[in-house]
T-cell receptor, first 114, second 111 residues
Framework: EAQVTQNPRYLITVTGKKLTVTCSQN?????MSWYRQDPGLGLRQIYY???????DKGDVPEGYKVSRKEKRNFPLILESPSPNQTSLYFC?????????????FGAGTRLSVL | SQQGEEDPQALSIQEGENATMNCSYK?????LQWYRQNSGRGLVHLIL?????REKHSGRLRVTLDTSKKSSSLLITASRAADTASYFC???????????FGKGTHLIIQP
């Protein structure tokens, strides 16, 4: 089954404790993105990746890091989480082909930073 | 960046009625997409309409696009309780930088 898998689904942590949210897709998609969703602000893109070892900042990259060492994986790293990073996070993947950038989303990771 | 804005922010209708949501965007587009999000879940792609298309159908969904007005509408006919969700329009250039989403319309179908 084609899917984007995020882990964990729920995470409660404390300020300053490094964490990683993993994302994996099995569709051989070149493009991958991370979004955060906040009430009243909608979805905003954090980082995106065109392919292995190629990443770039989205609209709200501050406080986040990503890496793309393998095509299927695109982890999101919070080196020193802060309460304003409490949010619902989504990983998405897409292909540049005929699908015209239709995004396939993971189920989401709800993060609370205390 | 391009951005869609949905209207209304929330809509409550009776089961069986039609639901219409609107989206406006700011700049020229190659295509516009609509997504559905069930509460707290990931977004699911519903339909894509290209800039040279005026109307597109998929099951109970009908999407229109008016590029002169920079607007699109999503019509869900014969609504069902399972249609309760948030609906987002999204625009993008087709590149790796993904899509820009509106803030969504929250649709509630009353049984």
């Amino acid at each position: 089954e084609a899917q984007v898998t995020q882990n964990p689904r729920y995470l409660i942590t404390v300020t300053g404790k490094k964490l990683t949210v993993t994302c994996s897709q099995n569709m051989n998609h070149e493009y991958m993105s991370w979004y955060r969703q906040d009430p009243g602000l909608g979805l905003r893109q954090i980082y995106y990746s065109m392919n292995v070892e190629v990443t770039d900042k989205g609209d709200v990259p501050e406080g986040y890091k990503v890496s793309r060492k393998e095509k299927r994986n695109f982890p999101l790293i919070l080196e020193s989480p802060s309460p304003n990073q409490t949010s619902l996070y989504f990983c998405a993947s897409s292909s540049p082909g005929l699908a015209k950038n239709i995004q396939y989303f993971g189920a989401g990771t709800r993060l609370s930073v205390l | 960046s391009q951005q869609g804005e949905e209207d209304p922010q929330a809509l409550s209708i009776q089961e069986g009625e039609n639901a219409t949501m609107n989206c406006s965007y700011k700049t020229s587009i190659n295509n516009l997409q609509w997504y559905r999000q069930n509460s707290g879940r990931g977004l699911v792609h519903l339909i894509l309409i290209r800039s040279n298309e005026r109307e597109k159908h998929s099951g109970r969904l009908r999407v229109t696009l008016d590029t002169s007005k920079k607007s699109s509408s999503l019509l869900i006919t014969a609504s069902r309780a399972a249609d309760t969700a948030s609906y987002f329009c999204a625009t993008g250039g087709g590149g790796a930088d993904g899509l820009t989403f509106g803030k969504g319309t929250h649709l509630i179908i009353q049984p």
